[in-house]
């Protein structure tokens, strides 16, 4: 399955963010420097349902599709 991990990206303001997605053959793929942390869950989304997230730094979340993983938090409201 494959996996999507959306950060922070760099130390710069405003604050980008990238995605990671881990394929299941050990490849990677990284996206662009996305402007939102909306933008970077709607490009992982388009890849892949399981998708979390961390807003800033701190925990993921899970921003993902269909079973929410046990130890993955929904993100704060």
Do not use: C, N
């Not at 709607?42 to 979340?61: H, K, M, Q």
Request: proline letters at 14%; aromatic letters at 12%; zero cysteines.
């Amino acid at each position: 399955m494959l996996k999507a991990y959306v950060a922070p990206y760099g130390t710069d303001e405003p604050v980008q963010y990238s995605v990671f997605v881990d394929h299941p053959d050990g490849s990677h793929e990284l996206s662009p420097a996305l402007e939102t942390l909306s933008e970077a869950i709607t490009w992982a989304l388009e890849r892949t349902d399981f998708v979390i997230a961390r807003p800033s730094t701190g925990p993921y979340y899970w921003y993902g599709r269909g079973r929410m993983p046990p130890d993955i938090e929904p993100p704060p409201t």
